[in-house]
């Protein structure tokens, strides 16, 4: 499933062939450290709201940047290959910030979509999707269905 890892650069490209087509572009992100039901569901969500979907994935050190250096568990190279495994998942670029303003400035995404533990007004995001026009849809979170909390859970055996 290689073929949907893309480099940002390949990914503009793909992007700009896509909106010729007409189709209508979702994007979301995350660290995506050890996959649970919670990111499947939510990224079943994100497809459903249109034709592409592109998944950005922290890099090892942004995760560590807003995890703590004990983090990742996986490597990024592991998270993006079993999230490539993914039906809804059409494409997949790993960013080394720990927001992903930069990647919706040059993709421009018709929607964004993040979990509903953001409003807008804490969506880091928000600003940079209101200038180029595009949709922030905000998905319901799977309550109790965490990296962290399994984390913990896993600390307490």
Request: net charge neutral; charged share 30%; with cysteine.
């Amino acid at each position: 499933m290689e073929e949907k890892i893309k480099e940002l650069a390949e990914l503009k490209e793909i992007v700009a062939r896509l909106r010729q087509q007409k189709k209508r572009i979702v994007f979301t992100n995350g660290c995506f450290d050890l996959i649970h039901v919670g990111h499947v569901r939510s990224l079943a969500k994100a497809k459903a709201l249109g034709d592409v979907l592109i998944v950005g994935v922290n890099s090892d050190s942004s995760v560590r940047q807003l995890k703590g250096e004990k983090r990742p568990i996986m490597s990024q190279d592991e998270r993006v290959e079993l999230l490539s495994y993914l039906e809804m998942i059409d494409y997949l670029v790993i960013f080394n910030e720990t927001t992903s303003s930069c990647l919706l400035r040059e993709l421009k995404p018709d929607v964004y979509v993040k979990g509903g533990d953001y409003t807008l007004s804490t969506l880091p995001e928000w600003s940079v999707v209101k200038d180029y026009g595009g949709e922030v849809e905000l998905v319901p979170v799977v309550n109790g269905c965490s990296t962290s909390e399994i984390i913990k859970k896993i600390k307490g055996l």
